[in-house]
C-alpha cells in the first residue's frame, strides 16, 4: 500500500513519543555512533509491517540502511530475523518503539486473521473485516487483515451504501430506506453498491420483494435459520452474514452456503505479537 498517504499520521505518532528529544540517546550515545539492529520474531505469527518499518526509517532517518529478510504476509517462527537495519545508532534507538508498536499490532491483526481464513478452507465464503478499526489506524488494519488471508468489506461510509437497523428505522422501514436511497444515488450520480441488513425472515421477504440492491445481510439469524435464508435467496443477490458468530461456529455459517462473513474481531479484539529490534 501507499504509506505516504500516511505520513501525516506517522509524523504525530512519533511527535507523541518524541517531545523535545530522546534524551536516553542523546545522553549515552555519541552523534556519529554507527550501530546495526535486527528484528527478532519471538512468537509464531504471520509477519506484517516490514515494507512499513522501511518506510519509517527511511521518512525518519538519515542514511539508514535497510535489508529485509522476509516478506509481509509470511509466517514467522520464533527466531526469525525479519529484516536488518544498520545506520546512526541514535536514530535506530529513536525510531526503535514507533516501529514496534505498528509492527506488533499489524502482525496480530494478520495472524488472527489468517486463524479465520483457515476455518473457511473448502467454501465459497470470504472473511470480511468491518469499520471497527482504531482511529487513523484503519488502512494499515486493513491492510494487515488482506496480509492473512481475509477480505475487506467497505473502507469507510463513502464507498458502500449499507443500510443498517438504524438506517431502516429512522427511514421509515425496509421499503422507504432503499427507495429513498436510490433516488439520493440517481440525484448524486454516484455508483455504489446498496447492501441492506435484515433481522427476520419479515424483513427478509420484504428485501426480496422490492428487490434493487447487491447484497442481504442476514443479523443474529441462527444457523438453521442462515441455512433457510440462504435457499429462499438464491442467487438473487450476495449473502452475507454478521453478528453472533463466533470463531467456533464460524465454519458452520460458511457451510451454509454464504458469500460473506463480516468479523469485527479481525481488527478490535487483537492481542500484539512479540517482536524485539535487538542490536548486533
Request: proline share 1%.
Amino acid at each position: 500500500m501507499n504509506f505516504s498517504l500516511l505520513n501525516d499520521h506517522f509524523k504525530a505518532a512519533l511527535a507523541e513519543d518524541l517531545g523535545d528529544g530522546d534524551h536516553s540517546s542523546l545522553a549515552c550515545i555519541p552523534a556519529a555512533a554507527q550501530g546495526k539492529a535486527h528484528l527478532l520474531v519471538k512468537e509464531e505469527c504471520i509477519v506484517a509491517g516490514i515494507s512499513l518499518a522501511e518506510h519509517l526509517f527511511h521518512l525518519f532517518g538519515e542514511n539508514i540502511q535497510f535489508e529485509a529478510k522476509m516478506k509481509d504476509g509470511m509466517h514467522a517462527k520464533v527466531g526469525d530475523i525479519a529484516f536488518v537495519v544498520h545506520g546512526p545508532s541514535a536514530q535506530l534507538l529513536t525510531l526503535e518503539r514507533l516501529v514496534l508498536n505498528y509492527m506488533q499490532r499489524l502482525s496480530g491483526i494478520a495472524t488472527q486473521a489468517n486463524q479465520y481464513a483457515k476455518l473457511v478452507e473448502g467454501t465459497k465464503t470470504k472473511i470480511l473485516d468491518t469499520r471497527k478499526t482504531t482511529p487513523g489506524l484503519r488502512l494499515l488494519e486493513k491492510w494487515a487483515v488482506t496480509l492473512g488471508g481475509c477480505y475487506n468489506h467497505r473502507i469507510g461510509l463513502y464507498d458502500m451504501i449499507m443500510l443498517k437497523d438504524n438506517h431502516i428505522d429512522f427511514a421509515g422501514g425496509i421499503e422507504a430506506a432503499i427507495a429513498k436511497t436510490k433516488h439520493y444515488l440517481a440525484e448524486k450520480n454516484k455508483n455504489l453498491s446498496i447492501e441492506v441488513e435484515v433481522r427476520n425472515f419479515q424483513e427478509l421477504e420484504t428485501v426480496l420483494r422490492v428487490g434493487g440492491i447487491q447484497r442481504i445481510m442476514l443479523d443474529n439469524f441462527s444457523v438453521e435459520e442462515t441455512s433457510k435464508a440462504v435457499k429462499q435467496i438464491g442467487d438473487k443477490f450476495e449473502i452475507e452474514s454478521s453478528g453472533g458468530i463466533t470463531y467456533e461456529t464460524l465454519s458452520d455459517y460458511a457451510k451454509c452456503g454464504v458469500d460473506f462473513i463480516s468479523v469485527g474481531a479481525l481488527t478490535h479484539q487483537i492481542k500484539s505479537i512479540d517482536l524485539s529490534l535487538k542490536a548486533f
